[in-house]
């Protein structure tokens, strides 16, 4: 269960200290060209994000690890995909690669492409029941060895004592290793950006240069 960050002012630092730590940040796709309102929100989002995680690290331990959803390479090949995809998560990585973290691949390359090839299956619409259900059998079963591969990764690479930044969106299904501490950073600009996407549910959006999100 994740701890959250409003729980930690004054930690009991020396039980944290021995224990694996991931510092969770939620993962945020916004369109390319974003209303300025939200483009607003979302910088603001990253900032207070960045400020959490500067404290958190601070108070226990610095990052030795960097994880990032939808990268399955490390080192500068993965930083420049993390670029490609997200520049706001790329910061953070950055800094902390600079700092001698280090990128470990979180995905596999399969299973990602495979995950995405039936979320397309499932974007197209189908109509027949029997082919919808089946398609979302193998659908889940891709997202279900993704976590588990996910999992598998961070709990292989971070070792006693260390802290991994975790870049992901919400809702993940993966299920961490018990002995692994998890903070979750929710800056109020999270909440500003869920409650801006409700108030928007229906209302067109860009037409194009949209980021897609899977």
């Known amino acids: 269960m994740s701890e959250q960050l409003s729980k930690i002012e004054r930690p009991p630092v020396e039980g944290y200290m021995a224990a694996r730590k991931i510092y969770f940040i939620p993962l945020i796709f916004i369109p390319l060209q974003p209303q300025p309102d939200l483009d607003e929100i979302v910088n603001r989002y990253w900032e207070q994000a960045q400020t959490q995680l500067t404290n958190l690290e601070t108070k226990l331990s610095k990052a030795n690890k960097v994880y990032h959803e939808l990268i399955p390479v490390g080192s500068e090949e993965g930083a420049k995909a993390i670029q490609e995809i997200n520049k706001d998560s790329y910061q953070i990585a950055r800094a902390r690669l600079d700092s001698?973290?280090?990128?470990?691949?979180?995905?596999?390359?399969?299973?990602?492409?495979?995950?995405?090839?039936?979320?397309?299956?499932?974007?197209?619409?189908l109509q027949n029941p029997k082919v919808f259900d089946r398609v979302w059998e193998f659908y889940s079963d891709a997202q279900k060895r993704r976590n588990e591969y996910m999992a598998k990764q961070i709990d292989e690479?971070?070792?006693?004592?260390?802290?991994?930044?975790?870049?992901m969106r919400e809702g993940h299904a993966v299920q961490f290793p018990p002995d692994i501490?998890?903070?979750?950073?929710?800056?109020?600009g999270l909440d500003e950006i869920n409650r801006w996407f409700r108030e928007h549910a229906g209302k067109p959006g860009p037409q194009k240069d949209e980021k897609q999100d899977i």
């Open 100 to 125: 001698g973290a280090e990128l470990v691949p979180l995905e596999s390359a399969d299973l990602l492409t495979e995950f995405m090839d039936w979320s397309k299956c499932l974007a197209v619409g």
């Open 157 to 167: 690479s971070l070792k006693p004592g260390e802290a991994g930044i975790l870049l």
């Open 181 to 188: 501490q998890v903070f979750y950073i929710s800056p109020p």
